[in-house]
């Protein structure tokens, strides 16, 4: 059990608290993981200057899904892909898409598969990619600022993803119904 403290207005540091609020305009609530990081005021600022920036990139909702899920799945976060399925749900993202990236299946295209598969490496390789790597992401339609942007959606999924692990943060109730737990693979 984790020691993290779940802050509410009340408890948060006094610079954590119009961040707090600004939680709660956009979500009606504090999400767990907002209460949580609202311990360090500087990190939950950088979560929510990271999110905003990395919601108006150039990324569509589909590949804003693919990218935030590719990396959830992969760091196993408990929290983050139930969240981030019903924020598709929200965006209406096609059902297909989210359960695919849930489930480690095909996508149900080619350019949103490559995406996945460029994401996937830079997240497992720490920023190491192959050259040929690059090329397949450009010749899927992609160009350099979106390869960029991979690097700002995952450095908002670290944040979230590792503070998630060590506070075991809770699942807020709004996502309960789309828990999830990666599945092990027998070899």
């Known amino acids: 059990?984790?020691?993290l403290t779940n802050h509410t207005l009340e408890t948060a540091p006094e610079e954590s608290k119009p961040l707090l609020e600004n939680s709660i305009k956009a979500f009606g609530n504090i999400p767990n993981l907002h209460a949580v990081l609202a311990g360090a005021p500087g990190l939950l600022k950088a979560y929510q200057s990271l999110h905003e920036l990395f919601v108006n990139s150039s990324f569509d909702n589909d590949e804003l899904t693919v990218v935030w899920?590719?990396?959830?799945?992969?760091?196993a976060c408990h929290y983050c892909v139930p969240a981030h399925t019903a924020i598709a749900k929200m965006m209406k993202v096609d059902d297909a898409i989210t359960e695919a990236l849930r489930n480690g299946t095909e996508l149900p295209s080619e350019k949103l598969q490559v995406l996945h598969e460029t994401t996937l490496k830079i997240v497992r390789n720490r920023g190491h990619i192959e050259n040929e790597d690059v090329q397949a992401f450009y010749a899927a339609g992609y160009e350099e600022r979106q390869l960029l942007e991979i690097i700002l959606g995952l450095s908002q999924k670290v944040i979230s993803n590792y503070v998630n692990h060590i506070a075991e943060t809770p699942v807020d109730t709004a996502f309960q119904k789309f828990a999830w737990k990666k599945e092990e693979k027998i070899a």
């Open 69 to 75: 899920q590719t990396i959830n799945v992969e760091h």
């Open 1 to 3: 059990m984790s020691t």
